[in-house]
T-cell receptor, first 109, second 112 residues
């Protein structure tokens, strides 16, 4: 059974910092991996979807990488802003996904 | 452009009562999913559907039933609610299994 771990569980940074969120998964036989953000009291918003054949995917200040063989993905956020404050979740295999517990990010002005 | 709409947003039930949660999507997606989110346990898949008229069990299906009579709607039913089913329920849809999922804003269900 796939298990997903996200480290750290919580992160607080000052505005403007670059930061990295980590996601590890136990079963490397995945076809893609999705990163989401979740704001309090809201649903999940898809940020990036990396197919298994890709190594990286970029959207604006966000960059996600995938290393299937080591069972790891990272989400890099450049020049963080207070509006980035949210919980970030990773999920291998969009669809019948197994989700991590997320990293709760707070960006202080 | 509504995306995925869940009804109701909040509900309080008594143990043993029944109810149906409605999920509607306007993106013509084939795949639809029901998850529950609980503190410390993350999101867990309850049931899913790969097309109109089809349903399948996910990780935690016990105590729930689903129906997909129309492509745009996916219903989640609780026949006899139990306190353990107190949770936030999310519906999601996607074009195929390898396409991004779109989530609704959730239904917060409390069972007393």
């Amino acid at each position: 059974k796939q298990e997903v771990t996200q480290i750290p569980a919580a992160l607080s940074v000052p505005e403007g910092e670059n930061l990295v969120l980590n996601c590890s998964f136990t079963d490397s036989a995945i076809y893609n991996l999705q990163w989401f953000r979740q704001d309090p009291g809201k649903g999940l918003t898809s940020l990036l979807l990396i197919q298994s054949s890709q190594r990286e995917q970029t959207s604006g200040r966000l960059n996600a990488s995938l290393d299937k063989s080591s069972g790891r993905s990272t989400l890099y956020i450049a020049a963080s802003q207070p509006g980035d404050s949210a919980t970030y979740l990773c999920a291998p295999n969009a669809g019948k996904s197994t989700f991590g517990d997320g990293t709760t990010l707070t960006v202080k002005p | 452009n509504a995306g995925v709409t869940q009804t109701p947003k909040f509900r309080v039930l008594k143990t043993g009562q029944s109810m149906t949660l409605l999920c509607a999507q306007d993106m013509n997606h084939e795949y639809m999913y029901w998850y529950r989110q609980d503190p410390g346990m993350g999101l867990r898949l309850i049931h899913y559907s790969v097309g109109e008229g089809t349903t399948a069990k996910g990780e935690v299906p016990d105590g729930y039933n689903v129906s997909r009579l129309k492509k745009q709607n996916f219903l989640l039913g609780l026949e006899s609610a139990a306190p353990s089913q107190t949770s936030v329920y999310f519906c999601a849809s996607g074009d195929r299994g390898n396409q991004p999922q779109h989530f609704g804003d959730g239904t917060r269900l409390s069972i007393l």
